[in-house]
T-cell receptor
Framework: GENVEQHPSTLSVQEGDSAVIKCTYSDSASNYFPWYKQELGKRPQLIIDIRSNVGEKKDQRIAVTLNKTAKHFSLHITETQPEDSAVYFCAATLRDTGRRALTFGSGTRLQVQP | NAGVTQTPKFRVLKTGQSMTLLCAQDMNHEYMYWYRQDPGMGLRLIHYSVGEGTTAKGEVPDGYNVSRLKKQNFLLGLESAAPSQTSVYFC?????????????FGEGSRLTVL
């Protein structure tokens, strides 16, 4: 079936460094790609999203890039801080749910070392 | 402003028992979802609803049933619980058309099946 693959599964960086998380998707007609952050014991929350008619979107220290041809999108976090430590999920709307639901990647646990 | 509320938050069941998880949202959202979260597997869609009186299967629907009799409520039932259903269950809702819109999650319900 259709899916969203996410890499790496864990990522450790030093405070102040950049972090990059990558996702690929299978449905070439997918048009919405959000990223969610889940802190330990909390619910997932949207941090940024991008639609298929845009190649890049930034919000302060975070940015998302989309390559529709290659069917992959990435989350970039610059100047990482300890409070960025969390699990990050990418997602996409795929054909098998009529694009009415999000299919999530398996998550990336980001650890920012002070 | 409660947002999305799930009850109960914790439950322990014996194999073969039944139970219902209740999700309630006060944002007048059309779309509601049930996901399960297991270590290393991200959030997997169980069932979803695009409006009152409608339901549809997601990626992992077996062993679960749902009902959306009222717009604000989405119930997830386990008729005969199995240890493989031990997980954290998240309800979510959103407004908007297909493939768009922020998902608002509940706090999660941790279910253990012995």
């Amino acid at each position: 079936g259709e899916n969203v693959e996410q890499h790496p599964s864990t990522l450790s960086v030093q405070e102040g460094d950049s972090a990059v998380i990558k996702c690929t998707y299978s449905d070439s007609a997918s048009n919405y790609f959000p990223w969610y952050k889940q802190e330990l014991g909390k619910r997932p929350q949207l941090i940024i999203d991008i639609r298929s008619n845009v190649g890049e979107k930034k919000d302060q220290r975070i940015a998302v890039t989309l390559n529709k041809t290659a069917k992959h999108f990435s989350l970039h976090i610059t100047e990482t801080q300890p409070e960025d430590s969390a699990v990050y999920f990418c997602a996409a709307t795929l054909r098998d749910t009529g694009r009415r639901a999000l299919t999530f990647g398996s998550g990336t646990r980001l650890q920012v070392q002070p | 402003n409660a947002g999305v509320t799930q009850t109960p938050k914790f439950r322990v069941l014996k194999t073969g028992q039944s139970m219902t998880l209740l999700c309630a949202q006060d944002m007048n959202h059309e779309y509601m979802y049930w996901y399960r979260q297991d270590p290393g597997m991200g959030l997997r869609l169980i069932h979803y609803s695009v409006g009152e009186g409608t339901t549809a299967k997601g990626e992992v629907p077996d062993g679960y049933n749902v009902s959306r009799l009222k717009k604000q409520n989405f119930l997830l039932g386990l008729e005969s619980a199995a240890p493989s259903q031990t997980s954290v269950y998240f309800c979510a809702s959103r407004s908007g058309g297909p493939g768009t819109g922020e998902l608002f999650f509940g706090e999660g319900s941790r279910l253990t099946v012995l």
